[in-house]
């Protein structure tokens, strides 16, 4: 299976999940509020930080972290992953 975005790191510091696509940089952040799930995907930085936010790509389109089930990113933040360290 080719991926349009392939892994390449957690962040749970900052509730991230970091992509790197054809065109540089992207992340899934958990912008999570009362209770009401909210993700955003983004365009990043040099730096990685989030600047231009895009329509969120389907499942299957990315990679999922190296010995981990879940393929949709939104599952990484269910399982724990943001605010706790590795």
């Keep these: 299976m080719t991926f349009t975005f392939k892994f390449l790191r957690k962040d749970p510091d900052n509730c991230r999940v970091y992509y790197r696509g054809s065109y540089g940089i992207f992340c899934i952040q958990d912008e999570t509020s009362f209770g009401r ?8 930085t040099k730096d990685g930080e989030p600047s231009t936010p895009l329509p969120m790509p389907p499942p299957e389109a990315l990679e999922p972290a190296p010995r981990e089930a879940p393929v949709n990113p939104r599952d990484y933040f269910k399982h724990g992953y943001c605010g706790m360290k590795d």
């Design 37 to 44: 799930p909210d993700f955003k995907f983004y365009v990043c």
